[in-house]
């Protein structure tokens, strides 16, 4: 075999341990009745929830524990999934800013369900965007 050859396998070797890797690693978007089903069943894989804060009447964002001077690395919330199921959430990694965790329009929780609540090793926000009203006021001018 050509010394080409063989370099050609070795990097389509490595190429596919990578892939297999990375797909491993990989979670799927679910609801919170999935995501408590597969705990029950023994699946301990990751998952992405997709929610929002709960609300009062009001509109005002309720059930947030976060007291940076107690314990700065622990929040707790409830969040409301798409399917209006609603959960107690526990991540040891709080948002840089809880001025906006508290604005965003969804959240995405990266974890798994224990027990009756479920603990999140990720949040991720999607903030409302400051710029749509000015596209909006641009675009009728």
Known sequence: MKKSHIL???????????IVSTAG???????????????ENGNT???????????????QV???????AKNPNYIAFTLVDNNKEEHKVICSNPPASMRDF??????V????ADGNQ????KILMKCPSKYEENQMQASSI
């Open 62 to 68: 309720v059930g947030i524990e976060y007291d940076p």
């Open 102 to 107: 508290v604005k965003s329009e969804k959240v």
């Open 45 to 59: 894989s990751k998952v992405h929830v997709v929610g929002e804060l709960k609300k009062d009447a009001s509109n």
């Open 109 to 112: 929780i990266i974890g798994r």
């Open 118 to 121: 479920f603990v999140a090793n």
């Open 25 to 39: 690693d990989a979670s799927q978007y679910v609801t919170f009745d999935t995501a408590f089903t597969m705990a």
């Open 8 to 18: 050609a396998i070795v990097i389509l070797a490595i190429a596919v341990g990578i």
